[in-house]
């Protein structure tokens, strides 16, 4: 068994390229353990989900909602005949990203729209419901929050 220490806080441009890395050497080293091994497999595929989560992870604290969704239908190939419940959690995973994706692309319209006019009522009011009540993040819904009027109901 490999000590493995926890990883030194890097930029989020390292960290991606070092947990794509172990997913990659991982994934191989799936691929090559045999099958009938059903033991050792098992654990190769307990390792490659939990990696798969920690990348996945990863891609989300970008907003790198593609990759995570490729990494999740890659792990998926791997483990769908194995670990039946594991599949059914990635293919949970895999819908929730595609709507917190859809989301996304959402209020990039919007953000866009709030360029050409800072001033927009509904796109600020949206922004801020989408930074304050879906992510949490009071620092990003401050900006448009300010520009709102006092008329303007508020989340």
Do not use: G, H
Request: no cysteine; hydrophobic share 40%; glycine share 0%.
């Amino acid at each position: 068994d490999l000590f493995i220490e926890p990883k030194p806080e890097l930029p989020i441009s390292i960290t991606k390229e070092v947990d794509k890395k172990i997913f990659d050497l991982q994934k191989t080293i799936l691929s090559t353990t045999p099958v009938s091994n059903k033991m050792l497999y098992a654990e190769e595929v307990e390792f490659f989900i939990s990696q798969a989560q920690v990348l996945t992870a990863t891609y989300l604290a970008d907003a790198d909602f593609a990759s995570a969704l490729t990494t999740l239908k890659e792990t998926l190939r791997y483990i769908k005949y194995v670990d039946k419940d594991a599949a059914n959690e990635i293919n949970k995973n895999i819908m929730n990203i595609q709507k917190d994706a859809n989301r996304f692309i959402q209020i990039q319209i919007l953000l866009k729209r709030l360029a050409l006019d800072p001033k927009d009522e509904k796109a600020n009011l949206e922004v801020v419901e989408y930074y304050l009540l879906e992510r949490n993040n009071l620092f990003k819904a401050w900006p448009y929050l300010n520009n709102l009027n006092d008329e303007t109901p508020r989340p």
